[in-house]
């Protein structure tokens, strides 16, 4: 298993450019999630997915859309990027939905917008 | 109010010193779990243990160790005779039943450098 990958790993944007960052997982995992990560913050959550066609907000969605219509991917869109979402993203999966369940995280993406 | 405190920011041992992380965290639920993430130079979390709120057992895997505290709230990694290779930001995380999603609260992470 190639476990949860992420393209691209790097990026530049210029304000108010769009762009998808791409996540995919191959252990038919049930639970995605994109998560960024900023220096000082730790990680925080910006949205899910609990199954196909199933998506939800996280705690900093702002800015941000996603969609699943498949088990395996999860790509997070940037509608017109902001110097704010300057950041490393991180993607990540667990085998089912449940506090219980530990999360498996991609290499990352770091994003940087000018 | 932070849920994850990992106050040390930044710790620097000596090779073969042993070091504690500590970690703090806060929930009002008794029913809850508690993760440790290593985050090396090249980016990426790597999960280390994954402990419930009813196992206050201590944890030991090789040179690392794990004390779970739920009167102080507390679930500290120490280890033991530190190497070079585990020079890495170390991050604690809680996950709560009440949660809508998967989501962990993550501490803002302790950064160690291990010196030859």
């Known amino acids: 298993n190639a476990g949860v990958t992420q393209t691209p790993k790097f990026q530049v944007l210029k304000t108010g450019q769009s762009m998808t960052l791409q996540c995919a997982q191959d252990?038919?995992?049930?639970?995605m999630s994109w998560y960024r990560q900023d220096p000082g913050m730790g990680l925080r959550l910006i949205h899910y997915?609990?199954?196909?066609?199933?998506?939800d907000q996280g705690e900093v969605p702002n800015g941000y859309n996603v969609s699943r219509s498949t088990t395996e991917d999860f790509p997070l869109r940037l509608l017109s990027a902001a110097p704010s979402q300057t950041s490393v993203y991180f993607c990540a999966s667990s085998y089912a939905v449940g506090f219980q369940e530990t999360q498996y995280f991609g290499p990352g993406t770091r994003l940087l917008v000018l | 109010a932070q849920k994850v405190t990992q106050a040390q920011t930044e710790i620097s041992v000596v090779e073969k010193e042993d070091v504690t992380l500590d970690c703090v965290y806060e929930t009002r639920d008794t029913t809850y779990y508690l993760f440790w993430y290593k985050q090396p130079p090249s980016g990426e979390l790597v999960f280390l243990i994954r402990r419930n709120s009813f196992d206050e057992q201590n944890e030991i895997s090789g040179r690392y160790s794990w004390n779970f505290q739920k009167s102080t709230s507390s679930f500290n990694f120490t280890i033991t005779a530190s190497q070079v290779v585990d020079s890495a930001v170390y991050f604690c995380a809680l996950s709560e039943a009440r949660n809508t999603g998967n989501q962990f609260y993550f501490g803002t992470g302790t950064s160690l450098t291990v010196i030859p």
């Open positions: 997915s609990v199954g196909a066609g199933i998506t």
């Open positions: 252990m038919n995992h049930e639970y």
